[in-house]
């Protein structure tokens, strides 16, 4: 298992450096992709075997395959490519390809953008500041937790002993010891470490709040996905001009 170790953080650090050296999205989504994959083999040399599987399901399947298709439905230039300022969200009434071209005016009934799918447009300094200040938000809320959320309770313990030429040695306890709370009458279980019950005891009776904000950044990010998805559609068969009103039937 030290070997498995070894391999799996030395790709892991490998993939880790490819997704963040990598301008092109997509290789630094396939570097992203190997991190995945090997952080599943440092899990398995941890004893925890639901969760290696969990990471190569979830992490290198599901949610790559997500990311695949948020690179697919937006665009990934750069401002050096065109010429644009950082742009968090979709503006229906923003064209790319039309960036720095004059326009000609439009009529006062068409000019008005659709209030409820503007997005906000930001310059590099500005989203520099709003993320530093959401970092500084989150880092405030994690340290001011109670002591209770800081940690997962106590790992397994591990039998020392000797090791000699052709010795054995001895095999771990893998079992953690779940107390319940004061007034039950349920006796204290033990349950395999890296097991689906193991998994559910840790996640739900140490971190529930944590749990729910984990479950609120995902809404938050998935709605970012279908922001930055949106398209100004014009002139396609079927489709309607999004910031536009429509005429009545």
Same mark, same amino acid.
Request: glycine share 8%; proline share 6%.
């Given at each position: 298992?030290?070997?498995?170790? =070894?391999?799996?953080?030395?790709? @892991?650090?490998?993939?880790?450096?490819?997704?963040?050296?990598?301008?092109?999205?997509?290789? @630094? =989504?396939?570097?992203?992709?190997?991190?995945?994959?090997?952080?599943?083999?440092?899990?398995?040399?941890?004893?925890? %075997?639901?969760?290696?599987?969990?990471?190569?399901?979830?992490?290198?399947?599901?949610?790559?395959?997500?990311?695949?298709?948020? =690179?697919?439905?937006? !665009?990934?230039?750069?401002?050096? !490519?065109?010429?644009?300022? /950082?742009? /968090?969200?979709?503006?229906?009434?923003? *064209?790319?390809?039309?960036?720095?071209?004059?326009?000609?005016?439009?009529?006062?009934?068409?000019?008005? %953008?659709?209030?409820?799918?503007?997005?906000?447009?930001?310059?590099?300094?500005?989203?520099?500041?709003?993320?530093?200040?959401?970092?500084?938000?989150?880092?405030?809320?994690?340290?001011?937790?109670?002591?209770?959320?800081?940690?997962?309770?106590?790992? %397994?313990? /591990?039998?020392?002993?000797?090791?000699?030429?052709?010795?054995?040695?001895?095999?771990?306890?893998?079992?953690?010891?779940?107390? %319940?709370?004061?007034?039950?009458?349920?006796? +204290?279980?033990?349950?395999?470490?890296?097991?689906?019950?193991?998994?559910?005891?840790?996640?739900?009776?140490?971190?529930?709040?944590?749990?729910?904000?984990?479950?609120?950044?995902?809404?938050?990010?998935? =709605?970012?996905?279908?922001?930055? @998805?949106?398209?100004?559609?014009?002139?396609? +068969?079927?489709?309607? *001009? /999004?910031?536009?009103?429509?005429?009545?039937?």
């Amino acid at each position: 298992m030290g070997l498995l170790f =070894l391999v799996s953080a030395a790709v @892991a650090l490998i993939g880790t450096v490819l997704l963040i050296t990598q301008k092109n999205a997509v290789y @630094a =989504l396939l570097g992203l992709l190997v991190a995945f994959g090997a952080s599943a083999g440092i899990f398995l040399s941890l004893e925890a %075997p639901f969760i290696a599987v969990s990471q190569i399901l979830i992490y290198a399947g599901a949610l790559a395959v997500m990311f695949l298709f948020v =690179l697919m439905f937006t !665009d990934t230039r750069t401002e050096e !490519d065109t010429g644009m300022p /950082v742009a /968090v969200g979709a503006r229906p009434d923003f *064209d790319p390809a039309e960036h720095g071209k004059k326009k000609k005016k439009k009529k006062k009934k068409d000019a008005e %953008p659709n209030k409820l799918l503007s997005g906000i447009v930001l310059p590099k300094p500005m989203a520099v500041v709003v993320a530093l200040s959401l970092l500084v938000c989150f880092s405030f809320a994690i340290i001011k937790l109670p002591g209770s959320y800081s940690r997962f309770g106590d790992l %397994p313990t /591990v039998q020392s002993a000797q090791v000699k030429d052709g010795e054995k040695l001895p095999n771990y306890d893998t079992g953690l010891k779940f107390t %319940p709370e004061a007034g039950e009458t349920e006796q +204290p279980r033990y349950v395999d470490y890296g097991s689906t019950e193991a998994v559910s005891y840790s996640i739900f009776e140490g971190f529930p709040l944590a749990f729910e904000v984990v479950s609120l950044l995902i809404f938050a990010a998935v =709605l970012g996905a279908v922001l930055l @998805a949106r398209r100004h559609l014009t002139g396609i +068969p079927g489709t309607q *001009d /999004v910031g536009k009103e429509q005429p009545d039937a």
